[in-house]
């Protein structure tokens, strides 16, 4: 007999594999988290003639997807430089027949499929992200080995992007009919230094402010896997200002290097809770001019992350509280008679945090929706474009554009995926029934 010692990886592996095995039983009703929703919906999408039809376009036409995904690929889209892109899929977009094809003034693109409803069903937006992690000048023509195609970005999201032209035309070639609208997206500033600045604008300033009241990040790289928790991040530069001196003739007075010293291990005796994870780094320090100087400048570059919003707001109180307290420690320290140590903490990164609960709506139905296809569910934690909504009590949450197996490497120069057809066409029927699903939901 093993004995299993309590929390160990084994019994919460059990636990889990128990769990969910009662989850998935038919008829079974459990109150956290929440059974699927009844599958009626998903099961009767799935077997409507049309959207097997719809399938079938994708199967025939499969190569216009290939050929698509690497043209997009091939047209650079650093952070702040995806316009040729946006430029590029917005004239798709137009032509895989969407109405009132626009950019917004952030550089989003965007199209409606219309529903029958007339908008008696919440709008869905669903988008991929034109940004790639690769700086202007990376080589990103895409090499080709078998049915493996390799370049940077290539699946991170391009593959997102190219999945939507394919999923709206065999639509509408097939004559899907969906109750609500869905607005198709093509999205700026997902990465890095981006700083989600296409979804910020989108739900916080554009047109379609207010009007977006469910969201679909098609942007992960496993079937299973759901994200639905967004990563919160915040960062900031702090900069330390000081009289600066001489180290021998202006020896006593105040510098910004013990300062920033002293703030920097404060920040590493903070105790953070482990479950929800509460993370903090100093990732960037610079600063002063010679060995022989008083700085008159300090800086260090701080991420801190919590998926959970409170948490990341206490993390926020504590590490300017520890700065100011750096600071006038400092300040009391030494002689300020030339002048005293200043700080400026400017916000150079803020990515909010929340989860769509499992037991909602939306994310009922993509639990009842996976169970067609004999999925159940891992919801994830991520950092994707569903974090604003999320933040809004949007019901949000990013989905694969292939299984896990069929790509790999990303944000690396020998980025690849796998454009073989079988599973490709397996992986395109997923993803077009979560999203048509949602877009049935009342
Ligand atoms: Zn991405």
Partial sequence: MISIPLFSPWRRALCWFAFVLVWAAPGAVHAQPVAPASNALARQIVADPKFRAAVGVYDRDFDRFVAELIKLTEIPAPPFGEEPRARAYLAML??????GVEMDAEGNVMGLWR?????????????????????AGTDVKVKRQGTRLIAPGIGDDTRGLAFMLALIRAMRE??????????????????????LRGMRYLFTKGPWKDKIKRFITVDGGN???????????????????????????????????????????RLGQVKVPKSPKVSYNV????????????????????????????????????????????????????????????????????????????????????????GVF???????????????PISLGIPAFAIARS????????????EWVDVEKTQAVKDFELAAALILSIAELP
């Fill in 94 to 99: 137009k032509d895989a027949g969407l109405e």
């Fill in 174 to 195: 097939a004559k899907v009919e969906t109750a609500g609208d869905i607005l198709f997206i093509g999205n700026v500033g997902e990465e890095g230094p981006g700083d």
């Fill in 374 to 388: 004999d999925k159940v569910p891992v919801w994830e934690t991520n950092s994707t474009d569903a974090n604003m």
């Fill in 283 to 370: 990732g960037v320090v610079s600063g002063g001019t010679s060995v022989n100087s008083i700085p008159f400048e300090t800086a260090m570059e701080i991420d801190m992350r919590a998926v959970d919003p409170t948490a990341l707001k206490d993390m926020d109180a504590k590490f300017k509280a520890i700065v100011a307290e750096a600071v006038d420690g400092e300040n009391a320290t030494r002689s300020t008679m030339n002048g005293k140590i200043t700080v400026d903490i400017k916000l150079i990164g803020n990515r909010p945090s929340g989860t769509t609960p499992p037991d909602s709506p939306v994310l009922r139905q993509v639990a009842a929706t996976m």
């Fill in 115 to 135: 529903g029958k409803s007339g908008g008696a069903v919440p709008l869905l937006a669903v988008a991929a992200h034109l940004d790639t992690v690769f700086p």
């Fill in 223 to 265: 079937l299973d896997m759901v994200t639905n928790s967004g990563l919160g991040s915040l960062r900031y530069k702090v900069t330390f200002k000081g009289p600066g001196g001489h180290s021998w003739g202006a020896f006593g007075n105040v510098s910004p290097a013990f300062a920033m010293g002293d703030a920097m291990a």
């Fill in 403 to 414: 299984s896990a197996n069929k790509g790999g490497r990303a944000h690396s120069l020998d």
